[in-house]
């Protein structure tokens, strides 16, 4: 089925419906962005509020607001690469640790360096300007997925649980999740309106992006084997892009391990590399080790707090199946899931692994917009004072990794 054909999809039937007298491209994306504003403006604000309570309570402790936001934890990492490319080793004082920047996806630090040399106002600046701007393309896709599925309602309902998450500081600082959540939202809402080449090559810039990307792919290859398998029991001929987008998805992301496996001599480079991070698979033992711990022992607000979050994401996904959500979303939040829950180390960094999986919020939202307006306003005012002065104090104040 053509790209350009400009069809009103029902993702949950799969059934298409040609629209009579379709407007031009550039005339559609206008009123489909018409449509997103309120929410895109509600996101805006919730974040520069972060922004802002974070400024000042980096100036209260003597700290400059930008290099906070911009050069803390992985951000001077992405800026090294930007700067010099890859070749970091850093070998822990104490410990079997090195820190190799291999570990780092190229796609941030290769737009960094690529702006930087249009726009030459810095690295740090750059990488801000980049996260910023995507954060607001993650958010249209967020609307645009809800809408597509519930209605107008529920995607700007959606977009607000999501940028009122705990860790949705992180969608202000110079990581690699507002970036990639751009990526994935418009590649599923590419799957579920079956335009097959953008969804494929979105998926491959995801793989570029982080090492969790691979769930994009996922979704791409679900979603399109999925369509061709009714396809098929129907009689109907299969279009060529679906195949295409199943094989191109993955190629990002596996493009990447293969040229770390040239770099460190190994095919399995990379895992290697991660390993001497501390990072590796173990189907869970490790976070049911810390959730055994936080029983039995204690630990900082931010463990218990990160414990509750992957809890909270594992009933949702529960919910999502229940209520039938479209395989190519539950396919791209059972791979994060899968992902973030049974690798080890960073356990703190869990929720920040699981922010792009923003379809899991879907049946909150949905239940949020069968709500009273007065209702609405008291939770999600209640959520803005826990999330704001959370990721203020994840930010500025905790030692813990994000």
């Not at 993650?138 to 705990?166: D, K, Q, S, T």
């Not at 690699?176 to 998926?203: D, F, I, K, N």
């Not at 791209?332 to 356990?347: E, K, P, Q, R």
């Not at 994840?394 to 813990?400: E, K, Q, Y």
Request: glycine share 8%; with cysteine.
């Amino acid at each position: 089925m053509s790209d350009s054909l400009m069809k009103k999809s029902d993702p949950l039937t799969r059934r298409f419906v040609p629209r009579l007298g379709p407007p031009s491209e550039q005339r559609r994306w206008r009123s489909e962005l018409r449509k997103a504003l309120p929410a895109l403006a509600l996101f805006a604000s919730v974040r520069l509020t972060g922004v802002i309570l974070a400024t000042l309570w980096s100036l209260h402790l003597g700290k400059h607001p930008r290099t906070v936001l911009g050069l803390e934890w992985d951000g001077r990492w992405y800026r090294h690469i930007a700067q010099y490319g890859y070749g970091l080793i850093v070998h822990a004082e104490a410990g079997h640790f090195v820190w190799n920047d291999l570990a780092f996806f190229p796609l941030f630090p290769g737009l960094i360096r690529a702006v930087n040399t249009v726009l030459p106002i810095g690295l740090v600046n750059v990488a801000l300007l980049i996260t910023w701007s995507a954060a607001l393309v993650a958010a249209w896709g967020v609307y645009a997925v809800g809408e597509l599925l519930h209605g107008r309602r529920a995607g700007i309902l959606l977009v607000a649980l999501w940028a009122l998450l705990p860790h949705a500081i992180i969608l202000t600082m110079a990581y690699t999740e507002p970036l990639m959540t751009a990526c994935a939202a418009w590649s599923l809402y590419a799957v579920l309106t079956r335009r097959w080449l953008t969804a494929g090559t979105l998926a491959v810039l995801a793989g570029l992006c982080r090492p969790n990307g691979v769930a994009v792919a996922a979704a791409v290859v679900a979603g399109a084997v999925a369509h061709l398998w009714q396809l098929r029991r129907a009689g109907a001929p299969t279009p060529p892009r679906a195949w295409a987008a199943a094989a191109v998805a993955p190629l990002g992301w596996l493009g990447y391990i293969g040229w770390v496996g040239l770099r460190t001599y190994s095919p399995l480079g990379y895992f290697h590399v991660q390993s001497r991070w501390g990072s590796r698979f173990d189907f869970g033992h490790y976070t049911a080790h810390i959730f055994k711990h936080l029983i039995v022992g204690h630990d900082t607000l931010v463990v218990y707090a990160a414990a509750a979050i992957v809890l909270g994401y594992l009933l949702l996904f529960v919910f999502c199946v229940l209520n039938r959500m479209p395989l190519p979303l539950l396919a791209y939040c059972a791979v994060l899931i899968v992902m973030a829950v049974g690798g080890t180390h960073f356990f703190s960094s869990k929720p920040r692994f699981l922010l792009p999986a923003f379809p899991l919020l879907i049946p909150l939202a949905l239940h949020l917009a069968r709500s009273r307006l007065r209702t609405i306003v008291v939770l999600l005012t209640a959520l803005a004072g826990v999330s704001l002065f959370y990721g203020t104090y994840l930010l500025t104040v905790s030692h813990r990794a994000m």
